[in-house]
């Protein structure tokens, strides 16, 4: 592997080979960058924008954008912060978010970048939507109250196990998750426990039945390291 090309990321050195980009490259070097729409197991698709970085006084998604040699890139640096901390607030309010009685509760990546950040409340007001729960499968339930539209159910159900079980429908405030089935329930769609998408969602939203808080407080994921130290420990390219 050809580490010899680097760029700066808040002043520290970051190695990187061709190609990859500056998330890549700076988490495979222990530096965590904020991140919700981005499974590195999946091609980025940079819709969230938590990831933003600043390359030459411009913005970027550091999951899509590709790293060069000499680059000076700002990370963490208090607008930075704000942005993020806005950008997961807005995540609460255009959902409905009730995080003491969700299963996911500890293991919810939405929830962990909310307290990285230190979020202290939602600031915007609330929208209350209404969103339907689909429980009709007897495997999945889909609460799209806690869906954050990161998009990779749809990717994964399409790129992964080809069966194109989920798609966003409508724009703005309005778009959602639609299950392509007769009825549009997931208990008639193609989703299995075997499908790669079925395990896939980072916050509450798709989650299986029958494991409801399996795992006690103490014991979970970010009970044991915030997200920032869990996801670097566990990234891998
Ligand atoms: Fe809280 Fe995450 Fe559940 Fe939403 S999905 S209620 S943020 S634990
Ligand atoms: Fe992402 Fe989960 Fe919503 Fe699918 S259901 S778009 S995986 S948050
Ligand atoms: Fe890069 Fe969402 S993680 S845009």
Not at 22 to 28: I, L, T, W
Not at 76 to 95: A, I, Y
Not at 116 to 142: C, I, M, T, Y
Not at 220 to 235: C, E, G, M, Q, T
């Amino acid at each position: 592997m050809d580490h010899t090309k680097t760029f700066f990321l808040d002043g520290q050195e970051i190695p990187f080979k061709e190609g990859q980009t500056v998330f890549d490259a700076a988490m495979a070097a222990g530096v965590y960058i904020p991140h919700l729409c981005h499974n590195p197991d999946y091609e980025p698709h940079s819709s969230c924008r938590l990831c933003t970085v600043i390359v030459n006084g411009r913005p970027f998604a550091a999951c899509t954008q590709p790293a060069v040699a000499g680059q000076m890139i700002q990370n963490d640096t208090p607008e930075l912060r704000e942005m993020r901390r806005t950008l997961t607030q807005m995540l609460f309010v255009e959902g409905n978010h009730y995080c003491p009685t969700c299963e996911k509760s500890g293991h919810c990546k939405l929830q962990a970048t909310a307290y990285d950040l230190g979020l202290q409340d939602n600031h915007f007001p609330q929208f209350f939507p209404k969103r339907e729960v689909d429980a009709s499968h007897p495997d999945f339930v889909l609460d799209r109250d806690r869906c954050i539209l990161c998009g990779h159910c749809v990717r994964v159900s399409r790129d992964v196990d080809r069966k194109c079980v989920f798609a966003m429908t409508h724009r703005g405030i309005k778009t959602e998750i639609v299950v392509d089935s007769p009825t549009g329930l997931l208990k008639d769609s193609r989703l299995t426990m075997e499908d790669e998408a079925a395990n896939v969602c980072p916050v509450g939203a798709l989650m299986p039945k029958r494991k409801g808080f399996q795992v006690p407080i103490g014991e979970r994921p970010y009970d044991k390291a915030p997200i920032r130290v869990d996801s670097v420990k566990n990234f891998r390219i």
